[in-house]
């Protein structure tokens, strides 16, 4: 099994990072982790719990994973052996709003993000985080049987668009350079430390289907 030493997070000051890094803290109780988050409006360094904050296993740096010569200065300094990304812009309004920044802050950090790891050489696992919206939206009806890991990807937002981009460099990089990337590709995710937009937003949605549906319909 693979374990281990000090492990680089990118975005951990966000909702998924910070719980994240809440909950690996304690499973790998040996790791060192260094967190790196440019705190954007919907990060905050004190999502990361209070414990984990005043550990000398932890370390926060407040930079963006564009700045290339910061990410190497991480990745060498610390002896970084992997990496765990979930640093991304994935505000709808600001994705539709501004599509070019978004790819800036997702497929071009992302970009970067890999070139530096492919430089340093020394990362044995690197997990990216991407989204289960690169499969575009599901058919409701009892045909449908449900996405595979190589159903066909018809991203249909700026948001998702960027993360199958992402998707494509992984594999890339991964066939050319030998990175060892491993994809996930997460639901929508509910719980502590989520911006109060998007949850208000799921809530809205989750509730307007339900109305929708005749009780014969609702599945466990």
Sequence with gaps: MYEPKRALV???CGFIGSNFINYIFHV?????FVNCDKLILNSDACYVDEEVRSSERYQLVTADIRNSEVVRRILNENKIDTVVHFAADCTSTRCYGDPIE???NNVIAFIKLLDAVREYGAVKRFIHISTDEVYGDSDLSEDEKGKLEDSLLLPGNPYAATKAACESYAHMYRQQFGIPIVILRINNIYGPNQWDVKACCYCY?????SWSLEPSQFKC
């Design 10 to 12: 990118t975005g951990g």
């Design 28 to 32: 790998w109780p040996d790791v060192h």
């Design 102 to 104: 978004s790819v800036e």
């Design 205 to 209: 949605c989750f509730c307007h289907y």
